[in-house]
Each structure stands twice: as C-alpha cells, then as structure tokens.
C-alpha cells in the first residue's frame, strides 16, 4: 500500500507559480510511476503530467507543456511539480497518482484508471 500526501496548492494570481509537493510512503516508491492529474468544477479528472521511475523522462498534456515541469527525487519519495505562468483556466484541485512500473518498458500512463494509488488532492486557485 502507498500512501501519497500532497502539499503546495494554494490562490495565486495569474502569471505567477506555484509548487506542488508529492511524499509516497513507501520505501519502493522508486519503481513507481508518478502523475498529476487536475480535476476542476464540474468536470472529469484529466491528466496534467508523469514521470517514468526508470529514465525520469516525463510527459505533459498540451495544455502545460512548457509551463509545468515534474521532478522526483527518489532518495527522498518525493515528486515535485513546478507550475509557472499560471493561468485562471489552471484552476483545479490537483492530484499525485501512482502505479508500480515491474518492467523497464511500456508507455507512460496518461488515463486515470491506470493508476493505483491517489493522494488527497490539493486546490490550486488562479486569479485573474
């Protein structure tokens, strides 16, 4: 069982950044993949970006791309995402997921189902 804590959301204005912070609980947390989905008012859970464990590599929805970047720094469980440029339509409640990766192959995970392990979620609030 993993447990995940988020920690960093918070009301920015819109330009400004903000960090988000992910602590897994597991000391295996290194062979786990990790993302960050959003969901806001009235809408489905949409994936924002992930990390593979093996390679670090990440991935980001257009939406992001360029503005947020994901970091984990495995020695620590921990998992970091750094929003800048932050835009009203940014605003969601945020959420760190994860699933164990077995093999050292196999495409990132972008759909909510894929993963196995969520975290309380945190509100991001960007004003304009």
């Known amino acids: 069982q993993v447990q995940l804590v988020e920690s960093g959301g918070g009301l920015v204005q819109a330009g400004g950044s903000l960090r988000l912070s992910c602590a897994a609980s597991?000391?295996?947390?290194?062979?786990?993949?990790v993302g960050w989905l959003r969901q806001a008012p009235g809408q489905g859970r949409e994936f924002v970006a992930t990390?593979?464990?093996?390679?670090?590599?990440?991935s980001y929805s257009d939406s992001v791309k360029g503005r947020f970047t994901i970091s984990r720094d495995n020695a620590a469980n921990t998992v970091d995402h750094k929003m800048n440029s932050l835009k009203p339509e940014d605003t969601a409640v945020y959420y760190c997921?994860?699933?164990?990766?077995?093999?050292?192959?196999?495409?990132?995970?972008?759909?909510?189902?894929?993963?196995?392990?969520w975290g309380q979620g945190t509100q991001v609030t960007v004003s304009s």
């Open positions: 990390t593979r464990w093996y390679d670090r590599s990440t």
């Open positions: 997921a994860s699933k164990r990766r077995p093999y050292i192959t196999g495409s990132y995970y972008y759909e909510e189902v894929q993963y196995d392990y």
């Open positions: 597991l000391r295996s947390f290194n062979t786990y993949d």
